[in-house]
């Protein structure tokens, strides 16, 4: 059976693939949710995402300088600025604990941003894919959000009647 000049068949492959590959990237996406929870408990919540910028070397506001450089010295890491460095801190048998733990949970979390990023490039890279074989890649992206998300099926179903074509695609992968 052909959707126009699309074979059934290739369709049904791409959009399983990409349905395997966006599970997974949710599964790392939720990895690093639970991350940040652990990094939650070590120190106050509001430090967490100043901690991630400061260990994966982001962007620094003017404003939170501060606040940088309490993160800095919790994981015992020059400031990421060179015109600036926080005085040294003599750490504490404790502090030390809590930096090596903190630090350790920055590098799963870096490690899981790498391959949060290695399944958004392969995810890309089939939709381009798609895209040269003449599938409907709205349409496509559509499809998969609903193998992902059956709840929102329903909503979409009646609006789009190319859509009912890829629908019928997906339920019959399910079966």
Do not use: W
């Not at 395997?20 to 430090?47: C, H, P």
């Not at 040269?132 to 179903?157: E, Q, T, W």
């Amino acid at each position: 059976m052909t959707f126009g000049l699309i074979e059934k068949d290739v369709l049904r492959d791409m959009l399983r693939e990409l349905v395997l590959i966006e599970k997974d990237r949710q599964g790392v996406k939720e990895d690093m949710a639970d991350l940040k929870q652990e990094f939650g408990s070590i120190v106050n919540k509001k430090m967490v995402s100043k901690i991630l910028k400061v260990g994966l070397n982001k962007g620094l506001k003017e404003e939170e300088i501060d606040d940088y450089t309490l993160a800095c010295q919790m994981l015992g890491m020059s400031f990421p600025c060179s015109v600036y460095m926080p005085s040294a801190v003599e750490m504490t048998p404790e502090m030390e604990a809590q930096r090596k733990r903190l630090f350790n949970l920055l590098e799963r979390y870096k490690n899981l941003q790498a391959e949060h990023n290695e399944f958004s490039v392969q995810i890309r890279n089939q939709y381009a894919v798609a895209k040269n074989k003449g599938i409907s890649v709205p349409m496509l992206k559509k499809a998969v959000d609903f193998c992902i998300h059956p709840d929102k099926l329903r909503a979409y179903y009646d609006s789009n009647p190319l859509l009912e074509s890829y629908v019928q695609v997906v339920e019959e992968m399910d079966s």
